[in-house]
């Protein structure tokens, strides 16, 4: 039987607060199981989607883009002992959250169903397409920042050369003044 995690213990595991918990269920519209009293409780699967979630989060994805890629982060119902792919490599040690059983199970059934390696094949595609085309992003958007505070400098500058020259000719003028008097 697969282990079930509280709303404080799934916090704890991903580093995320439970109300953040609750809203990303909220606005991606996940189906995060309940028990009999109705209230969540998680998986491990759940848990690797929230780590995922994360992950993009920390990219730079906003939750509309995320949203969009829950059928690939997560293409297995929630709960389902099936597949769970860990899609993104966070670069945090969950030992808990290994999924040699699962990754065992696909590479069988890659064996007997090519159509299923070619899935995870161009998951992955899509996985590395997405992060050069966030780290483009990232890059330009960089490149951006840099330019505007180039040309806040250069405006600085002018109006400093402005305010210089408005002023000396300021002083010329009552210099000018205080001659002719």
């Known amino acids: 039987m697969e282990p079930k995690y509280t709303v404080r213990q799934a916090a704890e595991m991903t580093g995320v ?3 953040v918990l609750r809203y990303w269920e909220d606005e991606l519209d996940l ?11 998680y998986t491990r699967y759940d848990i690797q989607l929230f780590m995922n979630i994360k992950e993009l989060k ?37 030992p808990e959250f290994e999924f040699e059983a699962a990754e065992q199970q696909e590479s069988a059934a890659a064996n007997e169903n090519p159509f299923v390696w070619v899935e995870n094949h161009k998951i992955l595609e899509f996985q590395a397409i997405l992060e050069r ?9 960089n490149e951006e920042e840099e330019r505007c505070r180039s040309l806040d400098l250069a405006i600085r500058r002018q109006q400093m050369a402005r305010r210089e020259a408005a002023a000396a000719a300021a002083d010329k003028k009552n210099r ?3 001659r002719n008097t």
């Open 17 to 19: 607060k439970s109300y």
């Open 31 to 41: 189906q995060i199981q309940r028990n009999e009293l109705g209230h969540r409780y």
């Open 58 to 94: 920390k990219r730079g994805l906003q939750l509309r883009a995320i949203k969009e890629l829950i059928p690939q982060i997560a293409h297995t119902a929630p709960g389902s002992g099936t597949s769970k792919i860990k899609l993104l490599e966070t670069g945090e040690e969950v």
């Open 133 to 141: 085309l966030i780290a483009q992003e990232m890059q330009s958007k």
């Open 176 to 178: 000018k003044k205080h």
